[in-house]
């Protein structure tokens, strides 16, 4: 049972950056409504163009920037965990995901 344990950790620690982004999406899933509401608010009177860029730049630059910069910062914190409380660790993280989802009726 011990190698059964070890050989999950191993797995994990190998994909621990997806498994973070995988956190990091569900949480911009949450509150990307709000992002765009408030971005919205902010480029409603301007032109087309600038709406268009404020978008392009938003979701590509701010969303993509902050996924990967936080996922690596989440990913070196998931690595300093013991192994024997990784799994747990991991599966507290998508449990307090679905718990700010739920406060926030998106499931």
């Keep these: ?57 938003i979701n590509a630059f701010l969303i993509g920037f902050l996924t990967i910069f936080i996922a690596k910062l989440i990913s070196l914190f998931y690595l300093r965990i013991p192994q024997n409380y990784l799994l747990l660790t991991l599966l507290s993280g998508f449990v307090l995901v679905g718990v700010i989802a739920e406060r926030h009726k998106h499931i």
């Design 1 to 57: 049972m011990h190698e059964f344990w070890n050989n999950i950790n191993g797995w994990l620690r190998d994909h621990i950056l997806t498994i973070t982004i995988a956190q990091i999406t569900g949480l911009l899933v949450v509150y990307g409504d709000l992002l765009s509401q408030k971005m919205s608010r902010l480029l409603s009177k301007q032109s087309f163009f600038l709406r268009l860029s404020g978008f392009i730049g």
